[in-house]
């Protein structure tokens, strides 16, 4: 399974990139505004520190609008995916760009149905939100073994990103289920790596080896 960072923050970006593991960014307009940076200067400086998939979304919500805006999104470099919210207009524009070669991250994606949607209009990500799901009392991981069981019936080769992930329980879920991409923030990220027990053992064993070396 990939592991994505969901930010727009260029140095928790490099910290994760750093470690060689991650294998991309997916941004949203939200996480874009905290920074205070033009939009597409903050996408270039991604790309040209992470090499795997950036996601960058379009405001419109009109197919054309959004066409224009994609084409100058995916300008910017070669492993930009330009997102697209899952409405009628904008499955329209998935088709429109897989038709000129430019690759849709399906964002806001709720339900099975509209995941079969996003499929079938051509979608190369699609990114369903579980921990919204779990804020209104839905179990969001179930939409994810839902979705995942749909694709393999039918052989989409749209992949399913896990999206609005709040802790290090829904990217094991994630891959649990086969899930290809679990995308989080830069917090959820540091989590997947420590362990108490990891530290408490490091911290013994170092103890130890001081004592080797006195005798
Ligand atoms: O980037 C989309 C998604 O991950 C947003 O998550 O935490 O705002 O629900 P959240």
Same mark, same amino acid.
């Given at each position: 399974? =990939?592991?994505?960072?969901?930010?727009?923050?260029?140095?928790?970006?490099?910290?994760?990139?750093?470690?060689?593991?991650?294998? !991309?960014?997916?941004?949203?307009?939200?996480?874009?505004? =905290?920074?205070?940076?033009?939009? =597409?200067?903050?996408?270039?400086?991604? *790309?040209?520190?992470?090499?795997?998939?950036?996601? /960058?979304?379009?405001? /419109?919500?009109?197919?054309?609008?959004?066409?224009?805006?994609?084409?100058?999104?995916?300008?910017?470099?070669?492993?930009?995916?330009?997102?697209?919210?899952?409405?009628?207009?904008?499955?329209?524009?998935?088709?429109?760009?897989?038709?000129? !070669?430019?690759? *849709?991250?399906?964002?806001? *994606?709720?339900?099975?149905?509209? /995941?079969?949607?996003?499929?079938?209009?051509?979608?190369?990500?699609?990114?369903?939100?579980?921990?919204?799901?779990?804020?209104?009392?839905?179990?969001?991981?179930?939409?994810?073994?839902?979705?995942?069981?749909?694709?393999?019936?039918?052989?989409?080769?749209?992949?399913?990103?896990?999206?609005?992930?709040?802790?290090?329980?829904?990217?094991?879920?994630?891959?649990?289920?086969?899930?290809?991409? /679990?995308?989080?923030?830069?917090?959820?990220?540091?989590?997947?790596?420590?362990?108490?027990?990891?530290?408490?053992?490091?911290?013994?064993?170092?103890?130890?080896?001081?004592?080797?070396?006195?005798?």
């Amino acid at each position: 399974m =990939k592991l994505f960072l969901d930010t727009a923050n260029f140095n928790e970006i490099r910290e994760a990139a750093n470690t060689g593991i991650l294998d !991309g960014v997916t941004t949203n307009p939200s996480l874009v505004a =905290k920074e205070n940076r033009p939009f =597409k200067d903050i996408i270039k400086d991604i *790309c040209a520190i992470v090499k795997g998939d950036v996601s /960058a979304e379009v405001t /419109a919500t009109d197919t054309e609008g959004m066409l224009r805006e994609g084409r100058e999104l995916a300008k910017i470099a070669d492993n930009v995916i330009v997102k697209v919210p899952l409405i009628k207009d904008g499955l329209v524009a998935v088709q429109r760009f897989k038709s000129e !070669g430019i690759r *849709c991250n399906v964002t806001l *994606c709720f339900s099975p149905t509209q /995941a079969l949607l996003a499929a079938k209009a051509g979608a190369y990500i699609v990114s369903p939100f579980i921990g919204r799901l779990d804020d209104i009392s839905q179990v969001g991981m179930d939409l994810i073994q839902q979705i995942v069981t749909i694709y393999r019936n039918y052989d989409f080769s749209t992949q399913v990103l896990v999206a609005s992930i709040r802790n290090p329980v829904h990217v094991a879920d994630s891959a649990m289920l086969g899930a290809d991409i /679990a995308t989080m923030p830069y917090g959820v990220w540091t989590q997947l790596i420590k362990h108490p027990l990891t530290d408490i053992g490091l911290a013994r064993f170092l103890d130890d080896w001081k004592k080797v070396q006195v005798k």
